[in-house]
């Protein structure tokens, strides 16, 4: 195999299966690359494509192209592993879990339990990842004790609670559990990685340079949730106020979705609205069920 732009070896063929060829690589290949499998010259045998997405696992480097269609949960997973820490502010810190192995583990875990199919899902984004949830776990509005006890995935981690997660999960079992739900929806955020400033959370519009600095990094992030699998005729915010009013404004010039459906944010709702919480599920219920 070779790089179709420098002509450089990058590769031999070891195996060839139904779907897939296996390559042991000589170079290095990335996303969007594209190659040629080196045939016959003459016969004008030579066929070629593009690498849709590189996934690591362990020492093992699998480059996915055109003879398989990756699944959405290799491609999400490709995503989140492949995230590079954007430039912030000063005295401010970027949470980005994806390098940790146990995280890593428990992300793939859970995106091939739930995700293995090519099923295109509609994006639910929260703000931005929090320190109890996907900052311990890396699954969005999923801390310790719903992985383990919701998502049946155990875990290592303490067993902290984040009020957020508890009415992601109420809400899911509400409209008939994790494996219906995730079927159609996919939970995720504005910006994927979280911030904390002083030790405490920060939402990414809180501070207007980290917002503005960080602008390019989701309008990043979002392109390729549409590129790994995401539906572009509905997105649901969580969060009617400046998350829903900084997503819009980027949805106007990018143009990514026809949709975009705001909802009060989790932990809105568990701090100020407990009381109305199982208004609230319904809620959530009726308008996610009214657009899949």
């Excluded at 079927?183 to 917002?211: H, I, K, M, W």
Aim: with cysteine; charged share 25%.
């Amino acid at each position: 195999m070779t790089s179709a732009k420098r002509g450089v070896l990058l590769g031999r063929i070891s195996q060839v299966f139904f779907d897939s060829v296996e390559i042991r690589l000589e170079g290095p290949v990335t996303r969007g690359d594209g190659v040629v499998f080196e045939g016959d010259r003459e016969t004008d045998s030579e066929q070629g494509g593009r690498i849709y997405g590189v996934i690591r696992d362990g020492d093992r480097l699998e480059a996915i192209g055109p003879m398989r269609r990756s699944s959405f949960a290799e491609r999400a997973y490709e995503f989140y592993v492949t995230l590079e820490t954007p430039v912030v502010p000063r005295a401010v810190t970027v949470m980005n879990p994806y390098t940790a192995p146990a995280v890593k583990n428990y992300l793939k875990t859970f995106l091939n339990k739930y995700f293995d199919d090519d099923c295109a899902r509609i994006p639910v984004l929260g703000i931005n990842a929090g320190r109890f949830g996907a900052g311990l776990t890396g699954v969005n509005f999923t801390d310790p004790v719903a992985l383990a006890d919701e998502c049946g995935i155990p875990n290592h981690l303490p067993r902290k609670r984040e009020l957020s997660s508890i009415y992601v999960y109420d809400m899911i079992r509400h409209m008939g559990g994790p494996a219906k739900f995730y079927q159609r929806f996919f939970l995720s955020a504005v910006c994927p990685l979280g911030f904390t400033r002083e030790g405490v959370n920060l939402n990414y519009y809180d501070d207007r340079r980290l917002e503005r600095e960080i602008t390019p990094f989701i309008v990043s992030s979002v392109e390729r949730h549409i590129e790994f699998g995401c539906r572009r005729d509905h997105v649901v915010i969580l969060g009617r106020g400046s998350n829903a009013r900084c997503f819009a404004r980027l949805n106007d010039e990018y143009r990514w979705f026809d949709e975009v459906h705001p909802l009060d944010h989790p932990r809105f709702i568990m701090q100020y609205q407990r009381k109305r919480v199982d208004e609230y599920l319904d809620l959530y219920a009726s308008v996610l069920s009214g657009i899949v």
